[in-house]
């Protein structure tokens, strides 16, 4: 089946510390991967998507490389801010474009 | 561009009773999605339409919801009657066609708990 496992959260930094948040997927076939943001009392927005192995999906600093062999799409950011402090949803797409979410991580980040 | 509007954002009810939930998409856009999020748990698909037409509702509980989508544009989910259980944040997103090239741009959620 179609599943997604995030790292539990909630993820606490400092300004400007360097983040990552793990994810890893079980898929039938070749699914596309994203990573959703979710700031306090807004809808999901994307962030970030690969649709083919290797790819690299950037923006607003943050990265995440779909790696088949390890079956993984980590988002990284270098240095984090204030601003950062929301939810995040790792998901993949599968060909009949249905969604998987996972079960999303928090983090925050102090000044 | 507005944004997926839904209403209300808060209901509170009492197990038993009946609620529903609206979402207007953003203009245009062909396909409608509403997902439940329970707390601590990421969204899961309900019910997808195309136009006004059931793409899919395989993990809708048919017993107790519905969704409709008239005239391909507004969308109503209803839950009747409520259980405890269907306490979470009901999600409403909107993509221009169903292709998995279109982006779906979600709404703000309709906070559902039920006492």
């Known amino acids: 089946g179609n599943s997604v496992t995030q790292m539990e959260g909630p993820v606490t930094l400092s300004e400007e510390a360097f983040l990552t948040i793990n994810c890893t997927y079980t898929a039938t076939g070749y699914p596309s991967l994203f990573w959703y943001v979710q700031y306090p009392g807004e809808g999901l927005q994307l962030l970030l998507k690969a649709t083919k192995a290797d790819d690299k999906g950037s923006n607003k600093g943050f990265e995440a490389t779909y790696r088949k062999e390890t079956t993984s799409f980590h988002l990284e950011k270098g240095s984090v801010q204030v601003s950062d402090s929301a939810v995040y949803f790792c998901?993949?797409?599968?060909?009949?474009?249905?969604?998987?979410f996972g079960s999303g991580t928090k983090l925050n980040v102090k000044p | 561009e507005a944004g997926v509007a839904q209403s209300p954002r808060y209901k509170i009810i009492e197990k038993r009773q009946s609620v529903a939930f609206w979402c207007n998409p953003i203009?245009?856009?062909?396909?409608l999605y509403w997902y439940q999020q329970i707390l601590g748990q990421g969204p899961k698909l309900l019910i997808q339409f195309q136009n006004n037409g059931v793409v899919d509702d395989s993990q809708l509980p048919k017993d107790r919801f519905s969704a409709e989508r008239l005239k391909g544009v507004d969308s109503t989910l209803k839950i009747q009657p409520a259980k405890l259980e269907d306490s979470a944040v009901y999600l409403c997103a909107s993509s221009l066609e169903a292709g998995g090239e279109y982006e779906q741009y979600f709404g703000p959620g309709t906070r559902l708990t039920v006492t």
């Open positions: 203009s245009g856009h062909a396909t």
């Open positions: 998901a993949l797409r599968t060909g009949f474009n249905k969604f998987y």
